[in-house]
């Protein structure tokens, strides 16, 4: 018998990671010590080049994540040699059987026999003396089951009659085969071949579910199911609208004996037999087989695959996510102008509020232009006296309620002043709300209302995407899909990473930065962000990356991790200001002698390096790609990764979804990426859907190949619903507009995207044309999925 190794086997580890990757296990060993050691993922990829073998931040991810499962794994291998040792059970089969096992499923699997469960119906039965009789009736080929429980009748245990010794037989050798690990693996693959996910809406609640009626009769194969429609069909479920099951396609599921069950009879070889004439013991195999499958496999099945649907629609829903967030997060700055930020409102009024080029709050004001005060003249004279006052240069105005009238208003007095530089551009003021009333926002405007606190928000987000939006819950910016449905967890750890790696690629300016966006930075937390904006305001700014050493708890391990990433213009080295990590200065040193030059004189000068090669200056610590970085930075010195600063126009005179006329081209900014689609805001307050399969003159397969959160596109309106505010675009501006017929249905109707703030909607078309049909579908009813994507 095996003795427990009581320690994790990361050589295995490592070993997996790196076939699973593609990489050697030596560029895994590495990198695991580094990630052991404290190092952040875009440390690594940016600074531990020669380490690694140059793995990039995708793999490095990836990689990341992999290392948790894979360690997860190892201890709960640990943990089930160790507890079958303890019982006395464990044989060199079975231990080879574990040490093979490559996934927890395939572990718990092999488990199942000998986990502690509570008191079965089989386990009774085997208190009684019945197992003897289950295995001889599986030996005994001639051999009566009626006339073996003969011999096995028990009234001390109530086995009074022959029926209740073949029934815990059956009891016993049901449990057997339900802990059979390769009976499961085989039944396993063969649902997620062939299996379909049926929902019926539960009895009595047609009324209450009507948003899920799409639903109500619905069956689709598991493996072909997208993720939006899983998360829509498990919404209906967990609201007590649907039930969910699962079962083979219907031709099947009316077979008799049911394929499953013929499945598992010939996979552990029994004599099963299904005809009349049949002999008394396999007919009462054949009933063995079948009580297996009802009542030990299906219910499991049942419950794992619709976990495992689940567990891959919100991985998908989750990716979907992050990949928008992290096109919002690096869309391009306006950069260091200065600008009025207005939050559009009626009644309540506009909200203005005016910031300096570095963010620096100037002025706030509320003007009144519309109802009921429609004070226009007193608000166009508020507005010209700032831009003049401060010098404005852009002017931002939220893209929600009353922004075209706003708009409109702001165009008029433009033109008033026609030798003025000033631009207007409409911004997205998604979770600007939510920042307003944040105990962020109160601390760094303690004295301003919140209802101008918005403003302030939508003006900074226009200088500085990146720097404002990190101040805000990422679930309250409205690019996810089924954000509230999914893994929160998982969900959390995704969009951290992804504004951990957005951050780091843009690099911070240590001198004007927020300490939401410091915390961000690689080896910094919200303690250590704090203290640094403290120091600054007690000492003033920092004039070179070695005064950081001097702000409380920042140590040389933090030092080592952030230095990099944070900027320092305007300072004594004109390297703070690049990213060229303070490690690698001395490198620079040779390349100065080289050229016989200052840092001055070459640094942002494109031909500065002309002639030299990297391999001239390499040694122990840093190789060629370090080098090359160096050269890189050199030439242009904390370069950033964002695209050039472009707007969208909207259309004057199309304000509302009663404006837009089929064939009208318009342009409009991608608001939102799903899986099937755009949404596109064309300034009428309402997104229109451009559908996966109008997105480009060629197939497309994933809608992030076309499109990207924060693109300005031109789309052609398709189809236009305005009492259910749907709007369907294309951009295949070709195309002509399909005609559509009132009154289609199917389960997989489109859903347009509901004001501002809320999610996609899903539909399911495909193919040329799609928009079109799929709009003639939700004509005929307000779509089940109206509410399943918020």
Known sequence: MSTVNETIDEKRIIEQLAQELNVRPQQVSATVDLLNDGATIPFIARYRKEVTGGLDDTILRNLEVRLIYLRELEARRLAIIHSITEQGKMTDELQAQIDAADSKQRLEDLYAPFKPKRRTRAQIAKEAGLEPLADAILSDKSADPATLAESYLNPEHKIDDIKAALDGARDILAERFSENADLLAYMRDYLNKYAYLYAKVIEGKEQEGDNFRDWFDFSETIRTLPSHRILALLRGRTQGILDLRIGLDPEQEALTPHPCVVNISEFLTLDADYSLDA?????????????????????????????????????????????????????????????????????????????????????????????????????????????????????????????????????????????????????????????????????????????????????????????????????????????????????????????????????????????????????????????????????????????LMDVSRFGAKAFEQAAGFLRINDGDNPLDASAVHPEAYPVVERILDKLKQDVKQIIGQKDALKGLSPTDFTDEKFGVPTVRDIFNEIEKPGRDPRPEFKTATFKEGIETINDLVVGMILEGVVTNVANFGAFVDIGVHQDGLVHISALSDTFVKDPRDVVRVGQTVKVKVQEVDAPRKRIGLTMRLNDDSVPVKRGERDSNSVASRPPRKDTPREQGSQGLGAMAAAFAKLNANIPSLFIHLT
């Open 279 to 547: 002999s008394t013991r396999n007919k009462w195999l054949a009933e063995l087989s079948r009580w297996t499958w009802r009542v030990k496999l299906l219910p499991a099945f049942e419950t794992e695959l619709i976990t495992q649907l689940r567990e891959k629609a919100e991985e998908e829903a989750i990716s979907v996510f992050a990949a928008n967030l992290k096109d919002l997060l690096l869309a391009a700055p306006a950069g260091p102008k200065a600008v009025l930020g207005l939050d559009p409102g009626i009644r309540t009024g506009v909200k203005v509020a005016a910031i300096d080029t570095t963010g620096k709050l100037l002025e706030t004001t509320t003007i009144y232009p519309f109802e009921p005060r429609r004070d226009v003249t007193g608000s166009t004279h508020t507005l010209l006296a700032l831009i003049a006052k401060y010098h404005i240069d852009l002017i931002a105005i939220g893209n929600g309620t009353a922004s075209r009238e706003t708009e409109k208003l702001v165009a008029d007095l433009l033109k008033t002043i026609p030798e003025s530089q000033v631009k207007k551009i409409v911004v997205s003021e998604a979770g600007a709300s939510v920042y307003s009333a944040s105990e962020l926002a109160a601390k760094e405007f303690p004295e301003l209302d919140v209802s101008l606190r918005g403003a302030v928000s939508i003006a900074r987000r226009l200088q500085d995407p990146l720097a404002e939006l990190v101040k805000i819950e990422p679930k309250a910016i409205g690019v996810g899909q089924y954000q509230h449905d999914v893994n929160q967890r998982e969900l959390a750890r995704s969009l951290d990473a992804v504004i951990e790696d957005c951050v780091n690629a843009v690099g911070v300016d240590v001198n004007t930065a927020s300490a939401p966006l410091l915390s961000r930075v690689s080896g910094l937390n919200a303690s250590l962000a704090k203290n640094i904006v403290e120091y600054r305001d007690q000492n003033g700014r920092f004039e070179n990356r070695k005064k």
